[in-house]
């Protein structure tokens, strides 16, 4: 007989190592422990998610007929990792096999690669294998989501008409990323009460973990698949018809504004990429959403997703130790508390803290970019995400950030760094009308921070991006640039710089 080990984001029931099990006579072990707990200070809502998902699934499989061995964290007898949990199963059920679905960070590959005997299967919950994307990525000399995405277009078929892209073009965003206006309405997405088990799992998650980052109430997150359904159902109906429209917007007070809220969902298998964005085909094809809003959607999922999750197998354990520009400050003590007087980043990092959860933009052109312009560490960056969002797990996480966000990696997932001034967040949100300081200030007391840094950033940088063609018309303009004009902004940069210290 064999132990099937489950992981904390392997919870669906047609994962591999299940298929490939007996429920007659295998059992399935399923184990909350420190080592996952903490290899970084998780948020505290994600960790209840994740314990309270587990024991939920666990729960489930026994109603399958699985035989389920469960260790809790407070189990005294509960040793703290996965490898360790796993000989101790072998042994109290006298068994001589185990099969386990591959996980998703190098880290715990590299452990269950010293588990004895282990039968490691693929994970399928994706549209692309490893090996299709590493063929896909061989020989270019670019690689460039827009033509892996087209590629997993004609491989689902979706909204695809024959050969040809449904509405004949293959991305919409140009009709995308209006900016919105607080008096839209919002739909909410819907929040799940706490049941018995979550009950337990709150109480649990305060009193171990009650120092980590994050608001623990109120939880509202779904815990099953079916919850996940519900929350993907009113995606669905209610907000995404206008999900490509706002995509890129933020809003006071707003933290969800049109995005689905399912990444955590998908991330530790609730939901399935290919059934979500069926749904999403389904709601185009019946004209409840229009089409810039399904592709868009499903650009982010089978695009984005799976590119990203491509590029981090692709380069391996060392990416997230890449540090193109050789940055080395620490992370400011604000991204831990939101205690900033600049607007847009405490909205985030509040947000952050109270719901485990921003949306792209907030990630990538609010907190992303500071710390990128400020030259922050992109490690400390990188851990900085890895814990605070209910959706953060390394395969996904880890791209967004060291090669999206900090453009760490030098170019290899995007062609330039998103690196703005504040009037990109101006245009976007609403952010800098109560914000103390002047997003149309550039230098000296009151200016928005943003506008110094930004080309504080390209100066410094000029040796690793004078060359990239899609930033060179910024260094034009600051050669163009009067010297005491060049001079006040870099003054300005040095200021807020050390402000940070
Ligand atoms: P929506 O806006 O509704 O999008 C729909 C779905 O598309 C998401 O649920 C997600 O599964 C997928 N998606 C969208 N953008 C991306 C992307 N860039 N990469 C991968 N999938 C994407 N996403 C994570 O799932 N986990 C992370 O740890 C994570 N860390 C990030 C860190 C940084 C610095 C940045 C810039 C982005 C990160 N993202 C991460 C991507 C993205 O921000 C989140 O997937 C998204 O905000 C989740 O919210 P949502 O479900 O409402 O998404
Ligand atoms: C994230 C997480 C946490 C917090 N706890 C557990 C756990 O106690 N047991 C478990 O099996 N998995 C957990 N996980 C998910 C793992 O960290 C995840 O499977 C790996 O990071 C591989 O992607
Ligand atoms: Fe952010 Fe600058 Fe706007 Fe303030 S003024 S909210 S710091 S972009």
């Known amino acids: 007989m064999a132990i099937i080990l489950v992981l904390g984001d392997q919870l669906s029931p047609n994962l591999s190592s299940l298929a490939a099990g007996d429920k007659t006579r295998d059992v399935v072990l399923m184990a909350e422990v420190t080592a996952e707990a903490t290899y970084v200070g998780h948020h505290k809502k994600k960790l209840t998610l994740i314990f309270s998902a587990m024991r939920h699934f666990a729960e489930g499989l026994r109603e399958k007929g699985w035989t389920v061995d469960y260790v809790t ?3 005294p007898y509960n040793t703290g990792d996965l490898g360790r949990e796993l000989r101790r199963a072998l042994t109290r059920h006298a068994a001589d096999k185990v099969i386990v679905t591959e996980a998703g960070e190098h880290r715990l590959r590299a452990e269950m ?27 270019r000399k670019q690689l460039r989501m827009e033509y892996f995405y087209r590629d997993m277009r004609r491989k689902t078929g979706l909204l695809m008409e024959g050969n040809e892209p449904a509405g004949g073009k293959w991305n919409y965003d140009a009709e995308n990323r209006k900016p919105a206006k607080s008096d839209l309405f919002m739909p909410m997405p819907p929040r799940f009460e706490p049941d018995a088990i979550t009950m337990e799992v709150l109480v649990l998650v305060e009193d171990r973990f009650g ?25 669905i109906e209610n907000a995404l018809p206008r999900f490509g429209d706002y995509q890129d917007a933020m809003l006071l007070g707003e933290p969800f504004l049109y995005h689905s809220l399912i990444s ?13 964005c069926r749904r999403a085909e389904a709601a185009y094809h019946s004209g409840d959403a229009p089409l810039n809003a399904v592709e868009g959607f499903i650009r982010q999922i089978i695009g984005w997703r799976e590119f990203v999750r491509g590029i981090y197998y692709l ?12 940055n080395t400050r620490k992370l400011p003590n604000f991204y831990w508390t939101g205690d900033t007087d600049m607007a847009c980043l405490s909205a985030a990092i509040t947000q952050t803290k109270e719901e485990a959860y921003a949306h792209h933009i907030q990630r990538l052109m609010v907190t992303g970019n500071f710390a990128m312009l400020a ?19 390394e395969w996904v996480e880890a791209p967004n950030t060291i090669g999206m966000s900090q453009f ?14 504040g009037a990109y967040i101006d245009r ?33 940088n000029r040796d690793k991006l004078g060359r990239n063609p899609r930033i060179g018309r910024a260094y034009s303009t600051w050669d163009r640039m009067a010297e005491d004009k060049q001079q006040a902004y870099l003054s300005s940069a040095a200021a807020v710089l050390d402000g940070l210290e």
């Open 375 to 393: 030259g922050v560490n992109p490690h400390e960056v990188h851990e900085w995400y890895l814990a605070v969002y209910a959706d953060a797990f």
């Open 211 to 235: 120092e980590n980052f994050g608001d623990l109430t109120p939880f509202w997150f779904g815990v099953t698949a079916s919850q996940a359904e519900q929350a993907l159902d009113a995606f």
């Open 264 to 276: 955590m969902y998908l991330n530790i298998g609730l939901l399935d990429p290919l059934a979500v």
């Open 315 to 326: 380069k391996g354990p060392e990416y997230v130790s890449a540090n193109y520009f050789g």
């Open 113 to 139: 690669a010293g588990w004895v005997d282990a039968r490691v299967l693929a994970d399928d919950r994706f549209i692309a294998t490893q090996a299709e994307f590493n063929d896909w990525a061989d020989g």
């Open 428 to 460: 976007m949100s609403d952010y800098c009308g109560g914000c103390k300081f002047d997003v149309k200030k550039k230098t000296g007391k009151g200016a928005c921070p943003f506008n110094s840094l930004y080309w504080d950033f390209l100066v410094r």
């Open 408 to 421: 760490a990696d030098g170019g290899v997932l995007g062609s330039k760094p998103y690196a703005s001034s």
């Open 73 to 75: 964290l407070s189990d």
